[in-house]
């Protein structure tokens, strides 16, 4: 392993205000001990393969392309373009249409140096973690086995350990077999520059139980005392130089399920609904997308309304898609989110709620949309990179995780749209301990007394967004 070796370990769909040192008490000293962003979010939508993407690449959806967890794709025209399934990321793969942005595979590959992925997520999303993964021979341990895996990665692992065992929730078994398999195989096999190791919990979880449930609770704390393994193992001396948690997104409430998600009128054109939806209009005019904005403000469902024009500027009644930086070429026409409740006033896991799609039952946790309960994320860090004991209140995102990491590793950024978080890393470049300057400003639009709001933030002229919420006739619960 070369300087700045990193393990980027994620916990999915942990809300940053639900670690505690009761539920989580590895990962709260972790968090007190390095380096913690204290205002770290996800993207938009926060839907996990959009998540895993963002993260990989350095960049938003508005710049690697995919734009959803799923949507309408040109290599699928007429049925929905899903980022869960190989056989669809593969199709987009072949076409040269998945990604527009360079990943960190390639650029270990570039670089001449090693790179594994250790997975209990999906198979579309642990494709995302390293998607040319295959290609460029780099490991890859999934618990869906192949084709994600890499065979051999898969035979050794199964030698070692015996049969992956089977899907659960909380993702008990799956995870510590996982978190045994990026210790005892992955690392003396492969010793990875980089690794990334992905929880799929408090996610699966929290999903089924609800955000507070006792059972999701179980898997906080079962996730956490894997994470106390693989610290163990570290401070024994082994694996990276670096390790850097994070988590994805986190989760609300889901309160109410859409009877039917036949809720776009048929003339409008294609839809694809969710946490976060949208619709590929058979006439993209501007006219039409007026027409199609004024009528979802009027929906009870509608929670915030993106549509731009030719131009990149905002259809009436609407936040333009680079508000969310999810400007982009195969992205929707129109895209909204479901109603949610306001997290400007008042916001925690006890409070935070939503409409919901599909596929949970009410109480269930959700996410997708904008809600500052679905963005506030995890993110720490601790090895010689970083520096100890520090809280930073600097914003930073998803996409500003692997500008640091090969920042540390001392390799090149470009290509990527993320801030290395320089304030946070020690050493002899000038530009490290130094925090940028913050701007803070809040977008709005209002249309048929329907209101909405989205709070960001600049640095260096690049915007992350905080949160975003409605009010007026968009007010949850009117
Ligand atoms: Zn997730």
Redesign the pocket.
Known sequence: MTTGSTLLLTF??LRRDRVSAELMPNLFRFMAEGCNFLNSRSIFPS??RV?VTSTMTGSPPGAHGVVANQFIHAVRPNELFRTSEWEDLELAAQAGQLLDCQTMGERMARAGRTMAVVST?TRG?SRMMNSSAHVLGQPVFSVHGMPVSTPDVHEAVVAQLGEIPPADAPNSARVTYATTALMDVIYPRHKPDFCIFWMNEP?TSSHKFGVLGVETELAQRMADENFGRIMAWWHAGNGPENIVVMS??GQITGHAQLETLDIIPAEFGRASIGSFSGIYLDDASNARKAEVVDWLVQQDFCGLVFASDAEGEAIPGALPWSSVRNDHARGADVGFTLSATNCNDTWGPDVDGCIFAAWITPGGGM?GGLNRGELSTVLAAQGPAYRRAFQSDVPCWLPDIIPTVLTTMGLTTEGSEGRPLVEALVGDDPRFGRMPAVETRTLSAERHGHEQYLRQWVIEGKTIVDYGWTEGTGAWGK
């Open positions: 999915d769909g839907e996990t998540a997520a999303a996610d994805d997104h996410h």
